[in-house]
């Protein structure tokens, strides 16, 4: 019931805000010949979800066309990806994800019904949101990074990380830190970041790695202890939580890196355009502090900024999946 109505929430006030940010720099189409569509492969009310409503709105009075937003949940978000890698090559259909998902699909899923790397066109990465390193109040004795390590060692395989599901990036990043720290726990997946937290917050399950925005709420109210962030610096909205580094922590870069991208094959001028469009936009500061208000930073770049990032964690992430025989479901 919580998560729904903070769902809700996330999807009015992102409706509200984009309203009233639109009516602006209205231009001709600049080549586009038809409306625009952002798939978001996940269900309403996520971070995705939530950045796409507010960017659509303020692309389409960037290009002079229609923007609008289509949700295609499934699969761990390959059913909505494989809609943009099969449609039109006419950079007219795109996918707003975690791009850490399109980086580990190819791992976990050997018969993937389409290559990331062939039939997916970067157009811009949009946000990094970090990573929460927390724990439930009722672990007793683990108030720091320190002691849950130490806790782990003291008692092999008896801690329950929480995930959002097989194959997600925050599962690999449970299974990647526990063969660097030397430790034993077991990965207990659950349907969706919010009912992993939700686990945490009862005791069923004792630690969590998950997203910021759906972790920093029952930080902030006492429900989870917050350890440690991801991310190169402090966070304000996460109570200015250690980072990685600084709790001396490895995978201190993972987290919710959240992009853009189209069809392969789309002209490149389009993208071009668009990536241009994005960025301004995220140089606005009501989108800056919407961001900042969910945990996250704008980041922004060129096609080829995320088409680097993509690669890199397509190998870098596959090598943790076939370490760790991961399957995904």
């Keep these: 019931m919580i998560a729904n109505r903070r769902s809700a929430c996330a999807l009015v006030c992102a409706a509200a805000f984009a309203v009233g940010l639109s009516g602006i720099d209205r231009t001709a189409a600049q080549g586009f010949e038809k409306p625009l569509k952002i798939v978001v492969p996940y269900a309403p009310g996520g971070t995705s979800d939530t950045l796409a409503r507010i960017i659509g709105p303020l692309l389409q009075d960037k290009i002079g066309q229609a923007v609008v937003v289509e949700n295609k949940p499934g699969a761990a978000g390959n059913i909505g990806v494989d809609v943009v890698a099969k449609a039109d090559k006419d950079a007219s259909t795109y996918v707003l994800t975690d791009v850490g998902s399109v980086a580990s699909a190819p791992g976990l899923f050997p018969d993937l019904s389409y290559n990331p790397q062939q039939d997916l066109a970067p157009v811009a990465m949009v946000m990094f949101s970090p990573y929460v390193l927390a724990v439930s ?38 299974v990647a830190l526990a063969k660097e720290l030397g430790i034993q726990w077991k990965t207990v997946p659950y349907k969706g970041g919010a009912a992993a937290t939700q686990a945490v917050v009862s005791g069923e399950s004792k630690v969590i ?115 760790a025989g991961i399957k995904g479901q």
Excluded at 142 to 171: E, M, Q, T
């Design 209 to 323: 790695i998950n997203g910021a925005t759906a972790t920093l709420p029952f930080v902030t109210s006492g429900q989870l202890k917050g350890l440690a962030v991801t991310g190169d610096e402090r966070n304000a909205a996460a109570q200015d939580l250690p980072t990685f580094t600084e709790a001396k922590l490895p995978q201190a870069d993972v987290g919710s890196w959240q992009g853009l991208l189209t069809t392969a094959g789309s002209p490149p001028e389009r993208i071009k355009t668009v990536n241009e469009a994005v960025n301004e936009i995220l140089k606005r500061p009501e989108v800056v502090e919407r961001i900042k208000q969910q945990g996250g930073r704008v980041v922004g770049g060129s096609a080829d900024d995320l088409k680097i990032w993509l690669a890199t964690n397509t190998e870098r992430w596959g090598k943790v999946i076939a370490d």
């Design 137 to 174: 109040p009722k672990l007793e004795g683990v108030n720091d990074v320190a002691s849950l390590i130490a806790y782990a060692k003291a008692n092999p395989g008896k801690l329950a990380v929480a995930n959002s599901g097989i194959g997600g990036v925050n599962h690999i990043t449970a």
